[in-house]
């Protein structure tokens, strides 16, 4: 399994902070595999999903998630679901979060993407906000066998409500050149 990670400095560079790294993706391409790569950076790696309905797929999911390295943080409807994501970022941690919701849901908005509205997740840039984290937007793509390529969509400081919207509409964008080129 070859992976290709331009500018690797960059997620160092950040996690040398000491805030963290939230890295906001979507189910496209080999996201499972990029989220490999950042096992690579010596902090531990916490995907935050939403827990399986299904008590047997739960279970079979979790393992093979943990098998990886991967610590797992479930998601949830609670306002206590986010302490977990902050607990991880004060130790310095990686966390990863989906930002294409499978429906609607709470903490989505609406954008433009293919010239649809469609909803989007914009926790991973209002907890990046509330932690002071840096954010930086990976994508995984297959490029041939066994090997994949993660494009970065850049890194992302937001501090303020409108440097959450601008970061959110810039991987939104980024996401959505990447899907057309794909």
């Given at each position: 399994l070859v992976r290709e990670v331009p500018q690797p400095e960059l997620f160092r560079a950040a996690?040398?902070?000491?805030?963290?790294?939230?890295?906001p993706t979507a189910h496209f391409g080999?996201?499972?595999?990029?989220?490999?790569?950042?096992?690579?950076?010596?902090r531990p790696v916490n995907l935050v999903v939403a827990p399986e309905p299904n008590p047997t797929t739960?279970?079979?999911?979790?393992?093979?998630?943990?098998?990886?390295?991967?610590?797992?943080?479930?998601?949830?409807?609670?306002?206590?679901?986010?302490?977990?994501?902050?607990?991880?970022?004060?130790?310095?941690?990686?966390?990863?979060?989906?930002?294409?919701?499978?429906?609607?849901?709470?903490?989505?908005?609406?954008?433009d993407f293919f010239g649809r509205a469609a909803p989007f997740q914009t926790g991973p840039f209002v907890i990046a906000r509330?932690?002071?984290?840096?954010?930086?937007?990976?994508?995984?793509?297959?490029?041939?066998?066994?090997?994949?390529?993660?494009?970065?969509?850049g890194r992302f400081d937001p501090r303020t409500a409108a440097d959450v919207a601008a970061a959110f509409e810039a991987t939104v964008r980024f996401y959505e050149r990447l899907v057309r080129e794909r």
């Open positions: 996690l040398a902070e000491g805030r963290g790294l939230v890295v080999g996201w499972d595999i990029g989220a490999r790569f950042l096992c690579d950076l010596g739960r279970q079979f999911m979790h393992s093979l998630r943990t098998r990886f390295g991967f610590n797992i943080i479930y998601s949830g409807g609670s306002i206590f679901a986010a302490l977990p994501v902050r607990a991880a970022l004060r130790r310095n941690e990686v966390v990863g979060m989906q930002i294409d919701p499978w429906g609607p849901s709470p903490g989505a908005r609406e954008i509330v932690a002071r984290a840096p954010l930086i937007p990976v994508f995984t793509v297959r490029t041939g066998l066994r090997r994949y390529q993660m494009r970065i969509a």
